[in-house]
């Protein structure tokens, strides 16, 4: 059973910064792709920044370019999301995505684990 567990969210004001992180378990993490996607209430899950299996590949939303950064560490079986300059837009409920055995996508529909997902608030 794959498992995987975010954690590092909560209340912000705007400009500040969070980190959030999001360990795998169950399946040997290197062969995954992973993504980290968000929704805000009333709207669609969204896309934010994709890593491929090995970090050298990565990929990002314009609205979060150059003020989110995506890493993992495949040795702790953790991906790891630094949210930086942070906005009010950017509250969400923040979630992270494994794809086994595939490139990463801005595609939620191409992941096949998710976590349970974690609250990030930015206050004006």
């Known amino acids: 059973q794959v498992q995987l567990v975010e954690s590092g969210g909560g209340l912000v004001q705007a400009g500040g910064s969070l980190r959030l992180s999001c360990v795998i378990s169950g399946r040997t993490f290197s062969n995954h792709a992973m993504g980290w996607f968000r929704q805000a209430p009333g709207k669609e899950r969204e896309f934010v920044a994709a890593s491929n299996w090995s970090g050298g590949t990565t990929a990002y939303a314009d609205s979060v370019k150059g003020r989110f950064t995506i890493s993992r560490d495949n040795a702790k079986k953790t991906v790891n999301l630094q949210m930086n300059s942070l906005k009010p837009e950017d509250t969400a409920v923040y979630f992270c995505?494994?794809?086994?055995?595939?490139?990463?996508?801005?595609?939620?529909?191409?992941?096949?684990?998710w976590g349970q997902g974690t609250q990030v608030t930015v206050s004006s």
């Open positions: 995505a494994a794809r086994y055995f595939g490139r990463s996508s801005r595609d939620p529909r191409d992941y096949d684990y």
